[in-house]
Structure formats: structure tokens, C-alpha cells
């Protein structure tokens, strides 16, 4: 079974549109995690959430959101999408969500905004 | 911002070689961890060591936190160990990555 799952795999859209990208883990985690890669191969942490707290990096505009309807979900919602959000967007998950634990990686969404 | 800087860049390695990536940071960080990415997208924890060294057979890696380096050594290379390697640790509690190392093991 697939640890951390998210769909879809490939995202290809028009500029102006909204979206959302679906992440599920069954490793009955409490924190999950957003991830942009974008085409140099950078990694940044957009979100982390659990039941708690959201931590929002501040370098994340606002048209994309996190929603969570329960602990094994984080969906990310993107409103009026740009050329520049193009990019591998990796979901992830980790047990507590303290520094160091390992976390667990679903294989990207890979969005084109045309 | 914390500066984390991995050489080299770009690796390309004849299967059976042996192989260090280096990875320094500007300032001090925690909990600093090494991942693989496969060819596929695919991304996976390799090791976690904010100190010391640990081996994960034919993967070690050292960190000397003092000195803020930490190296990632692959052994007798094959192949599917290709792909971007990637570190990164916590500052402030943000997880800051490098912009990887790229392998490439050819056959």
C-alpha cells in the first residue's frame, strides 16, 4: 500500500484557472507537509499542518491554500494560476512534525500552467 | 538566510565507483538530513544524522556540525543510485534544502 499518495500525477492548465492537488497518507501521521521543486531541482516547504497549527512559509503567496479535511489529508488548493507556479509539487508526511523526524514523500504532481 | 551549498553539482561516476557529495551551510542548522530522488521523481530519506556518522550499506554519511559540513558517501556505485541528492536541515524551524547534487552512474 502507498504510504503518501496524491493525484493527480500530471496537471497541465490554462493561466487564470484554479486547481487542487489531493494528498492522502495512511501512516496515521499527525503532520503533513507542501513542497514546490520548481525546474532547477529547488526544494522549499510551502506548508506544514497538523491539528494544531498551520505553518505558512512566508514567501508563499496567497492564492495557495491548504485544506485539510482530516488528519489524513492536506489538499492544496491554487487560485488563479500563473506561468510561474509551474513546478513538481510533493506532499509529505512525518509523525509528529518535530525537527528531524523522517518524513515520507508521495511521488510529486507535476504542474503545467500554460 | 542560511546559504546551504552542495558540490558538487554535477557527478557522473562509471558503476563500481565510490563517490563523496559534500554539503556545507552558512550557519549553524539541525537535524540535517540527506535524501535520494530518483530518476522518476520519486524522493526518499536516506539518512538522518545531525552528528556522527551513519552507514546504510554501501551509504555513509558524516556530519561534522562544528564545522557545518555533513558528506554523503556512496560505495561501489551501481546504476540505481542515480538521481539528485539532496540535503537539508532546520533553521529557525524552516527546513532549508541544498539545490542537490545530480548523479549519474552509468553502466
Known amino acids: 500500500d502507498t504510504a503518501v499518495s496524491q493525484t493527480p500525477k500530471y496537471l497541465v492548465t490554462q493561466m487564470g484557472n484554479d486547481k487542487s492537488i489531493k494528498c492522502e497518507q495512511n501512516?496515521?501521521?499527525?503532520?503533513m507537509y507542501w513542497y514546490k521543486q520548481d525546474s532547477k531541482k529547488f526544494l522549499k516547504i510551502m506548508f506544514s499542518?497538523?491539528?494544531?497549527?498551520?505553518?505558512i512559509n512566508e514567501t508563499v503567496p496567497n492564492r495557495f491554500s491548504p485544506k485539510s479535511p482530516d488528519k489524513a489529508h492536506l489538499n492544496l488548493h491554487i487560485n488563479s494560476l500563473e506561468l510561474g507556479d509551474s513546478a513538481v509539487y510533493f506532499c509529505?508526511?512525518?509523525?509528529?512534525?518535530?525537527?528531524?523526524?523522517?518524513?515520507?514523500f508521495g511521488s510529486g504532481t507535476q504542474l503545467s500552467v500554460l | 538566510g542560511i546559504q546551504v551549498e552542495q558540490s558538487p553539482p554535477d557527478l557522473i561516476l562509471q558503476e563500481g565507483a565510490n563517490s563523496t557529495l559534500r554539503c556545507n551551510f552558512s550557519?549553524?542548522?539541525?537535524?540535517l538530513q540527506w535524501f535520494h530522488q530518483n530518476p522518476w521523481g520519486q524522493l526518499i530519506n536516506l539518512f538522518y544524522?545531525?552528528?556522527g556518522t551513519k552507514q546504510n550499506g554501501r551509504l555513509s554519511a558524516t556530519t561534522v556540525a562544528t564545522e557545518r559540513y555533513s558528506l554523503l558517501y556512496i560505495s561501489s556505485s551501481q546504476t540505481t543510485d542515480s538521481g539528485v541528492y539532496f540535503c537539508?536541515?532546520?533553521?529557525?524551524?524552516?527546513?532549508?534544502f541544498g539545490a542537490g547534487t545530480r548523479l549519474t552512474v552509468k553502466p
Open positions: 550557519d549553524s542548522v539541525n537535524n
Open positions: 499542518y497538523n491539528n494544531k497549527e498551520l505553518i
Open positions: 537539508a536541515g532546520y533553521y529557525n524551524n524552516d527546513m532549508r
Open positions: 509529505a508526511s512525518s509523525q509528529e512534525g518535530r525537527e528531524g523526524e523522517k518524513l515520507f
Open positions: 544524522i545531525p552528528s
Open positions: 501512516l496515521g501521521h499527525d503532520t
